[in-house]
C-alpha cells in the first residue's frame, strides 16, 4: 500500500516563501514520476509541477521561476520550494505519484497567501 503525506503548507504574506514536503512510503518502483497540484475553491484541480526519477521537470507558466521541485529519492521525499508568494497562490497542495500506471495522492496541505 502507498502513503504519502504532504506537510508544511500555512500562513505567509505575499512575497513570503513556504516549503512542502511529501513523503511517500510502501511500494515504490524505481521509475515514478512525482508531482504537486494545487486547488483553489471553485476552480479544478491544476497540475503546478513535476518531477521524474532522472530529474526532468515541468512547471506551470504560473510559477515558474518562483516555484523549484526536487526530490530526495533515499528519503522518499519530494519538495516544492514556493517563493515570491502571491495570493493567487492561495489553494490545498497535494502530491501525486504516478507508477506503473497507478497514481497515488496525498491528503493535501493548505497554502494561504493574505496580509
Known amino acids: 500500500q502507498v502513503q504519502l503525506v504532504e506537510s508544511g503548507g500555512g500562513l505567509v504574506q505575499p512575497g513570503g516563501s513556504l516549503r512542502l514536503s511529501c513523503v511517500v512510503s510502501?511500494?515504490?518502483?524505481?521509475?515514478?514520476?512525482m508531482a504537486w497540484y494545487r486547488q483553489s475553491p471553485g476552480k479544478e484541480r491544476e497540475l503546478v509541477t513535476s518531477i521524474t526519477t532522472g530529474d526532468s521537470t515541468y512547471y506551470a507558466e504560473s510559477v515558474k521561476g518562483r516555484f523549484t521541485i526536487s526530490r530526495a529519492n533515499a528519503k522518499n521525499t519530494v519538495y516544492l520550494q514556493m517563493n515570491s508568494l502571491k495570493p493567487e497562490d492561495t489553494a490545498v497542495y497535494y502530491c501525486?505519484?504516478?507508477?506503473?500506471?497507478?497514481?497515488?495522492w496525498g491528503q493535501g496541505t493548505q497554502v494561504t497567501v493574505s496580509s
Open positions: 501525486k505519484l504516478v507508477q506503473s500506471g497507478s497514481s497515488y
Open positions: 510502501g511500494s515504490i518502483f524505481s521509475i515514478n514520476v
